[in-house]
T-cell receptor, first 116, second 110 residues
Framework: DAMVIQNPRYQVTQFGKPVTLSCSQT?????MYWYQQKSSQAPKLLFH???????NEADTPDNFQSRRPNTSFCFLDIRSPGLGDAAMYLC???????????????FGPGTRLTVL | QKEVEQNSGPLSVPEGAIASLNCTYS??????FFWYRQYSGKSPELIMF????GDKEDGRFTAQLNKASQYVSLLIRDSQPSDSATYLC??????????FGTGTRLQVFP
């Protein structure tokens, strides 16, 4: 089945210790997104890739970086996690951008990050 | 004013009843509207999307859109305990970014 996969599902890191979260997709979608979601809050878009074009949200801290080495994979790097970065990190994909019928976003299962 | 507003709930309905979930948005130029269901500790799952004014039905779910009033709703008929979850409304902004509401928690009791 075509899907969005995130690894690991649970990640524990120490304050200030770099961590990388992984997302892969078998949908062959052009767009991949990273969201941060804290408890009882809306998902917050951090950045997205349209193919190889990277788009950073204006309020995404520099502490968050992303890489997309190929169509299938996208990584979220948190260079120096703080206690406030503990959250669920959601990867999503869509076939296209724009106001077409192909822009529905499909989410992976998420990675829950704990910062000690 | 928040870009996408939802009542946080909880909305409690008995099993078999109709659950009505509401969402308002501020960007009059928004074109695409989505409803996601999110179980506790899980990721959002797309239930329905709607682009045109009026109703769109899919099984027990009906999405309703009124662009003049900047209002979108989701009706769940014959509610089941398994429908208990948080329902996120999402609106595609002019920037093509998806803006999420904070969600409405639905509780369906037997």
């Amino acid at each position: 089945d075509a899907m969005v996969i995130q690894n690991p599902r649970y990640q524990v890191t120490q304050f200030g210790k770099p961590v990388t979260l992984s997302c892969s997709q078998t949908l062959n979608h052009n767009v991949m997104y990273w969201y941060q979601q804290k408890s009882s809050q809306a998902p917050k878009l951090l950045f997205h890739y349209y193919d190889k074009d990277f788009n950073n949200e204006a309020d995404t801290p520099d502490n968050f970086q992303s890489r997309r080495p190929n169509t299938s994979f996208c990584f979220l790097d948190i260079r120096s996690p703080g206690l406030g970065d503990a959250a669920m990190y959601l990867c999503a994909t869509s076939r296209e951008l724009g106001r077409s019928s192909y822009n529905e976003q499909f989410f992976g299962p998420g990675t829950r990050l704990t910062v000690l | 004013q928040k870009e996408v507003e939802q009542n946080s709930g909880p909305l409690s309905v008995p099993e078999g009843a109709i659950a009505s979930l509401n969402c308002t948005y501020s960007d009059r130029g928004s074109q695409s509207f989505f409803w996601y269901r999110q179980y506790s500790g899980k990721s959002p799952e797309l239930i329905m999307f709607i682009y045109s004014n009026g109703d769109k039905e899919d099984g027990r779910f009906t999405a309703q859109l009124n662009k003049a009033s900047q209002y979108v709703s989701l009706l769940i008929r014959d509610s089941q305990p398994s429908d208990s979850a948080t329902y996120l409304c999402a609106v595609r902004a002019k920037t093509d970014k998806l803006i999420f509401g904070t969600g409405t928690r639905l509780q369906v009791f037997p």
